[in-house]
């Protein structure tokens, strides 16, 4: 069974800097992709970031690009999201997931395994 747990979010002032983690234990699969998806009240789950097995290639959407960073440890089976310049509207429940193989998507239907988010409020 595989499982993914995000650590803790929290309250930022617009500006700062926050960094999620992702655990993942029970890796079936072997290589997989992973990605950070988010989701504001009242919108639905919207892509944030995705990067392949290899780390080589990395996804964003454009309203986090030069100011997130995704990356990951293979050894420790671990995915970040580095968080900077953080905005009002990157408030939102942040998730994490993963895919089987090596292809990163934009698409939540892609991927099997989901953590049970983490909450980041951007407020002053």
Same mark, same amino acid.
């Given at each position: 069974?595989?499982?993914?747990? +995000? &650590? %803790?979010?929290?309250?930022?002032?617009? @500006? @700062?800097?926050?960094?999620?983690?992702?655990?993942?234990?029970?890796?079936?699969? @072997? $290589?997989?992709?992973?990605?950070? =998806?988010? #989701?504001?009240?009242?919108? +639905?789950? %919207? =892509?944030?970031?995705?990067?392949?097995?290899?780390?080589?290639? *990395?996804?964003?959407? !454009?309203?986090? *690009?030069?100011?997130?960073?995704? &990356? $990951? !440890?293979? !050894?420790?089976?671990?995915?970040?999201?580095?968080?900077? !310049?953080? *905005? =009002? %509207?990157?408030?939102?429940?942040?998730?994490?997931?993963?895919?089987?193989?090596?292809?990163? &998507?934009? *698409?939540?239907? %892609?991927?099997? =395994?989901?953590? #049970?988010?983490? #909450?980041?409020?951007?407020?002053?």
């Amino acid at each position: 069974q595989v499982q993914l747990v +995000e &650590s %803790e979010g929290g309250l930022v002032l617009p @500006g @700062g800097s926050l960094r999620l983690s992702c655990s993942v234990s029970g890796r079936p699969y @072997g $290589r997989y992709a992973t990605a950070w =998806f988010r #989701q504001a009240p009242g919108r +639905e789950r %919207e =892509f944030v970031s995705a990067v392949t097995w290899s780390g080589l290639r *990395k996804y964003y959407t !454009d309203s986090v *690009k030069g100011r997130f960073t995704i &990356s $990951r !440890d293979n !050894d420790k089976n671990m995915v970040y999201l580095q968080m900077d !310049d953080l *905005k =009002f %509207e990157d408030t939102a429940v942040y998730y994490c997931a993963a895919a089987p193989g090596d292809t990163a &998507s934009m *698409k939540p239907a %892609e991927y099997s =395994f989901w953590g #049970q988010g983490t #909450q980041v409020t951007v407020a002053s």
